[in-house]
């Protein structure tokens, strides 16, 4: 049993995170986190405060990307959080770095978030539409993208039109994100009420209109051209407000 699977190791994180914090997050025990104590994504999300955490989404990021804790990576996160305080946010930022000794954090605001920049964390300002900065951040990178989570202004429109950028330039077997799906049914979002079956207009309406794609060589339709999405897709997961698409490898 790792350290952080014990029932009265987590008790005593979570009663002592603030005291914790400064230590965990010095940069030699960031540096050598993993062999000391193997820390799970629920605590580290403890620790620095994401609100993943209290959105349920930790257990389903863990059981997706805890195969890829030792690989070198890149990612971004779309949503720094702290809206326009430059001083507040970038508690993932710093989750992300921890749980992945190898990883190189890209994270987009549309406020100025630069005093969240450290080793390994590197902070842009711009729109999650915008192509140019958007092509900036996969460019700066000679690897690539291996995973992309939208934490950003949670609007439908914004949604598919950062997806439809940057899906085609994640890395093969690389990982999206969509959290706070909830605002597909909130019209002050862009969301709609009703079901969205018959729509692509909004987030959930159209990631289900994207599932029909995974079985696209089975369809009976003549002359069927298979979409980019269909031929690079190998399988969705919805849970409660939170997506993720996984690029075939």
Not at 179 to 203: F, L, M
Request: a neutral charge.
């Amino acid at each position: 049993m790792a350290i952080t699977d014990n029932p009265i190791c987590k008790g005593l994180v979570n009663k002592h995170k603030n005291r914790l914090k400064p230590i965990i997050r010095h940069k030699l025990f960031l540096k050598w986190l993993p062999s000391i104590c193997n820390l799970n994504l629920s605590v580290l999300a403890t620790i620095f405060g994401t609100d993943k955490l209290a959105h349920g989404y930790i257990p389903r990021y863990e059981s997706l990307l805890s195969g890829l804790r030792n690989r070198k990576l890149n990612m971004l996160e779309i949503g720094i959080g702290g809206y326009k305080d430059p001083h507040q946010g970038g508690e993932s930022l710093r989750m992300w770095k921890a749980y992945f000794p190898r990883v190189n954090v890209h994270g987009l605001d549309i406020y100025d978030k630069s005093g969240m920049k450290e080793s390994r964390i590197r902070i842009w300002q711009g729109s999650q539409i915008d192509e140019e900065i958007l092509n900036r951040i996969v460019n700066s990178s000679s690897a690539g993208l291996d995973i992309i989570i939208d934490d950003g202004s949670h609007r439908n429109e914004h949604i598919i039109s950062t997806f439809e950028i940057l899906f085609p330039r994640l890395n093969k077997g690389g990982w999206y994100f969509v959290e706070d799906t909830q605002t597909s049914y909130w019209p002050e979002y862009g969301g709609k009420t009703e079901k969205h079956d018959n729509t692509e207009s909004t987030a959930m309406g159209y990631f289900k209109n994207l599932v029909d794609g995974l079985n696209h060589e089975e369809l009976k339709i003549p002359d069927y051209q298979p979409t980019y999405f269909d031929i690079n897709i190998d399988s969705i997961f919805f849970w409660h407000n939170l997506i993720a698409i996984h690029k075939s490898g």
